[in-house]
């Protein structure tokens, strides 16, 4: 069940109003909460339904086992659900590439391989609720929380519907105090979720969609086909495209969240104004930024040994990002490109110091200009290999750009307003859009909902035939 | 850069936004004019779902929303957008 399309439109309808009519008798509200939020999985795939319980039970039963093996904690328990979480992810998600990996090394090496060949079906968000079951239990371990109440709750927390499929990877301590205050919600605040929502969807429906289908999808698709400008509003293009689908999908399930009395936090905050890499991964996809730095980074060492050693933690933490977001080669180097910028954003800091470099004297507005274009271009450097079907394509077109300067193919007045306010649509991030929030909320009550509609028919004749599925969803 | 996992929480403890009650109207307020501006498109695009006892629930229940949506003039709102963009209206 997509976001925006009608029957995501019926659906919350009926969840809206049993939420708020059923709250009041809190075990019946439980009960409803897990069932459409398991009815909104089931609807992809019923299928992996069991898998999602499965998961729920046992990080339940191990987080328990945990808390209750006294101070300190039996390191036993979270070890077990670390195997359990990443064993069942490698399994479906990278099972096939691990066998394809080792059948090209074993017939580069003229070694037999006798690994069975699996057509494994990848159950939609399980990367996302994966990273959320470990960062549940390595919580309990460290006694950042308590473990939840009850089974319920665990399950409702792991299967809450507008974050499941494709976050944000919301943690157990800002979702549990939450869960457990809900009674106490009396107000909405309305003007931001209505804003994060159509915003999400203005993204999503016109911007995302355009892009791809007038920039993206044909330089992808075809990349022999074009070169230099066109290959530069090709990657532009996928940059504000992914930028637009991913954030879009946060944004809604955030401002879905909160007409139901929670509040998630914000996944991006203007991620394309970033000033060096560092601050982009500050400002995109933050809960697993976030997640990578507490549960990988910092566990490897962090900052607090040598030198050497924070550069490798960096690289280390980048590469299994890459990784996280699919089994392929071409991740892996997303990720290692990532990663390796990173520690040279270090490398070059710390030899700064080092020789002690006095301050430049050029204004510090052209200096950060400047970095955010090199920024830009780096981040859309990766995202060659993370968009290309393979090594080859990606290849192919980092070449292309620097042949073909004559006409090109794709540019249009459209596509230039489409870039621009794709860009532009970073302005609705994070607290930006405060002013709007509250003169929202001081709208008389029909007028809400003229002006929401009114907003959301003009997306709808906007944006083109169909909705396409978010990009995230693959992972 | 501002921390924005608390936008929520700040937001609350400055009294932001409105009561259930009030916040419920204004939901169906949207619903319905959400349903007048777009129900002929709706119907259009429910009626190229593949046969199924899922199109037939979604036409009952969008029929009489395009009914009035046709009567009231609503749908036009987005067929003259459409015709401002060169996009062929659902009508």
């Known amino acids: 069940m997509l976001f925006p399309t009608l029957g995501f439109a019926i659906f919350f309808l009926l969840v809206f109003c049993g939420h708020w009519l059923l709250l009041p008798r809190l075990g019946l509200w439980k009960f409803f909460i897990l069932g459409i939020s398991w009815f909104f999985y089931a609807y992809w795939d019923w299928r992996f339904l069991g898998l999602l319980v499965l998961y729920t039970v046992v990080n339940h039963r191990l987080a328990l086992a945990s808390f209750r093996s006294g101070t300190p904690p039996q390191k036993r328990w979270v070890v077990l659900a670390i195997i359990f979480n990443l064993g069942l992810l490698g399994f479906f998600k990278y099972y096939g590439f691990f066998t394809m990996s080792m059948y090209a090394l074993c017939a580069k090496l003229g070694l037999p391989c006798s690994l069975p060949l699996l057509d494994i079906v990848l159950p939609i968000g399980i990367s996302f609720f994966t990273f959320q079951a470990m960062s549940y239990t390595i919580d309990v371990h460290r006694r950042v929380i308590e473990p939840a109440h009850n089974l319920i709750d665990f399950a409702i927390y792991k299967a809450f519907f507008p974050q499941l499929v494709a976050g944000p990877i919301i943690r157990a ?175 070059v800091i710390a030899i700064g110091k080092h020789f002690n470099l006095p301050k430049s004297p050029i204004p510090g507005v052209v200096t950060r200009f400047f970095q955010r274009v090199l920024i830009i271009h780096f981040v859309c450097l990766t995202w060659f290999f993370f968009r290309a079907q393979g090594f080859d394509d990606a290849a192919l077109l980092i070449q292309n750009i620097f042949s073909g300067w004559g006409a090109c193919q794709l540019f249009t007045p459209v596509i230039a307003l489409a870039l621009v306010v794709g860009f532009c649509t970073q302005f609705m991030d994070g607290v930006r859009m405060t002013p709007v929030w509250n003169a929202y909320n001081r709208l008389p009550v029909v007028w809400q909902g003229l002006a929401a509609a009114v907003v959301l028919t003009i997306i709808l004749a906007l944006g083109p035939e169909g909705v396409a599925p978010f990009i995230y969803f693959q992972f | 850069m501002k921390d924005l996992s608390n936008i929520g929480a700040e937001r609350h403890a400055a009294g932001c936004g409105q009561s259930i009650k009030r916040t419920a109207v204004a939901l169906f307020c949207f619903y319905l004019f959400a349903g007048l501006f777009n129900g002929v498109a709706l119907q259009k695009d429910i009626e190229l779902m593949p046969y199924g006892a899922k199109r037939d629930l979604c036409l009952a229940l969008i029929r009489p929303v395009a009914w009035l949506s046709e009567q009231t003039h609503a749908a036009d709102l987005r067929a003259g957008l459409e015709r401002l963009i060169h996009k062929e209206p659902k009508k």
């Open chain 1, 173 to 347: 301590h800002h979702y549990l105090p939450q869960f457990y205050r809900i009674t106490s919600v009396n107000h909405v605040d309305i003007g931001r979720a209505a804003v994060l929502i159509l915003g999400g969807l203005f993204k999503k429906i016109v911007i995302a969609n355009f892009l791809a289908e007038r920039l993206a999808d044909p330089v992808f698709a075809n990349p022999a086909a074009f070169h230099g400008p066109d290959v530069l509003l090709g990657v532009y293009g996928y940059a504000l495209q992914i930028y637009c689908d991913f954030s879009a999908y946060s944004d809604i399930a955030i401002g879905v969240a909160l007409l139901l009395g929670f509040d998630f936090p914000e996944n991006f905050n203007a991620p394309y104004f970033a000033t060096s890499l560092q601050d982009f991964w500050r400002r995109w996809h933050i809960s697993l930024s976030t997640w990578l730095r507490d549960y990988l980074y910092i566990p490897l060492g962090g900052s607090r040994f040598s030198a050497a050693r924070t550069y490798a933690n960096l690289f280390i933490t980048f590469l299994l990002g890459g990784l996280w977001h699919g089994a392929s080669w071409a991740f892996v180097a997303w990720g290692a490109l990532h990663g390796g910028y990173l520690a040279l954003e270090r490398i």
